[in-house]
């Protein structure tokens, strides 16, 4: 699995393809909101949105199992730190 966050917004064509039975996850990690969605055409991949960022912004991860809360919750840590707090956006 990777556990590394891959930056950037969902892509337009992938915003609706999740699982219709698994409601999104929806998790507050140090005061930042995110919903996590998993791909229904892609079982294990999962788009992590973050709710109330600076920007629209977000990442995904694909590993091809299922990830459990304290995964995801490691997850958007990652993706966070890798923010500059000045700009939004990860750090050059």
Do not use: C
Request: no cysteine; glycine share 10%; net charge negative.
């Amino acid at each position: 699995m990777s556990t590394e966050p891959e930056p950037g917004l969902v892509p337009e064509h992938m915003r609706t393809r999740y699982k219709d039975d698994q409601p999104p996850v929806m998790v507050t990690v140090d005061g930042q909101d995110f919903r996590i969605r998993e791909r229904a055409e892609e079982p294990g991949t999962y788009d992590f949105d973050w709710l109330n960022g600076p920007h629209d912004y977000g990442f995904g991860i694909s590993g091809g199992s299922a990830m459990s809360l304290p995964e995801m919750k490691e997850a958007i840590r990652t993706f966070l730190a890798m923010i500059d707090p000045a700009t939004g956006y990860i750090e050059d």
